[in-house]
């Protein structure tokens, strides 16, 4: 839910109430303003089973967030694992600086001094891991603070798509979010470990999200014309049997699936005034390689043609 909107304030004293928020935080921390243009935004939390999920979202403002840790019982060892939604920043930590475009992830933690910086507007979501939980090794994971996670492009595209997809629904309430618990834990250690070029021990952290992983890499993919069985299988290092056999325990059709979704999609955009596409447009950005192929698939879902459909709609 949102739980502070700075819309809530006058514009001249926003500045002041968003500093006064990173102050009076669990993780106290001073927000400094360098230019303000017009600064709107709001906080957000949420919760997935055990874990906390935080939202912040500032526009209209050059800034920087500094943050003296505080070993000891009054400051939790929480791991942040943090997916830019939109905007620019970068982050410092532990010796360690990286910048931050849209999609990018990046780790922080409590155990050390912070600072970070954004250019006129940010959004992300940060899914916040006691380091017990994680149950990886401190130098292992602190060595990867606020640096470029070095992992193969399925993996980050697939995991941050993910956790940004689940962030914003348990910031809407969807208590549904809280199954999810556990497959976080496993991406975030997986991540981790992938990065720190540990094989053995990325191999055992992603096994139990496979699932997940392999639908959010669908979902992302659904209207590529080469979207296949093997181009998912070889993007998760698992063998077409292999992949089908993970389906089947979840009693899930891929084929199914994926020409659902393709339907669906087309629907909305027969009957969308906004997309004045013609059919074949239609069909290829739906992920058909041909207007017949669309139409005969489209009429197995709804009983009727896609120009059919498009005037009864309409």
Not at 47 to 57: C, F, K, S, T, Y
Not at 195 to 207: F, K, M, Q
Request: charged fraction near 25%; aromatic fraction near 8%; glycine fraction near 6%.
């Amino acid at each position: 839910m949102v739980l502070r909107s700075l819309f809530d304030f006058p514009q001249r004293e926003r500045a002041e109430a968003l500093k006064s928020w990173f102050q009076d935080g669990d993780a106290p921390a001073e927000f400094r303003v360098d230019h303000d243009r017009g600064l709107c935004g709001h906080f957000g939390v949420g919760r997935i089973g055990e874990l906390d999920v935080a939202e912040v979202h500032i526009s209209g403002v050059d800034g920087s967030l500094h943050r003296r840790a505080k070993p000891g019982a009054s400051d939790p060892e929480l791991l942040l694992f943090t997916v830019m939604d939109t905007g620019t920043g970068a982050v410092r930590q532990n010796g360690h600086q990286v910048s931050l475009p849209p999609t990018r992830m990046v780790l922080t933690s409590t155990r050390f001094d912070l600072e970070a910086r954004q250019w006129e507007s940010s959004h992300r979501y940060s899914i916040v891991i006691p380091y017990q939980t994680l149950g990886l090794p401190d130098r292992l994971v602190d060595s990867l603070l606020a640096s470029d996670l070095q992992i193969d492009e399925a993996l980050s595209s697939t995991v941050s798509s993910f956790l940004l997809r689940v962030a914003r629904q348990s910031i809407r309430g969807d208590e549904a979010m809280a199954l999810l618990s556990s497959p976080i834990v496993d991406m975030v250690r997986g991540v981790i470990s992938a990065a720190a070029h540990d094989a053995a021990l990325t191999r055992e952290s992603l096994a139990d999200s496979l699932f997940p992983r392999i639908m959010e890499y669908v979902r992302l993919h659904v209207f590529d014309h080469e979207l296949s069985a093997a181009r998912i299988a070889h993007a998760h290092s698992i063998s077409v049997r292999y992949l089908y056999m993970i389906l089947a325990r979840e009693s899930l059709s891929l084929g199914d699936w994926i020409r659902e979704q393709r339907a669906h999609r087309a629907a909305g955009l027969l009957t969308d005034s906004a997309f004045d596409l013609s059919i074949a447009d239609i069909a290829h950005r739906t992920g058909y390689a041909d207007q017949a192929h669309f139409s005969r698939s489209f009429r197995r879902w709804y009983g009727t043609s896609p120009r059919e459909w498009r005037r009864m709609h309409r």
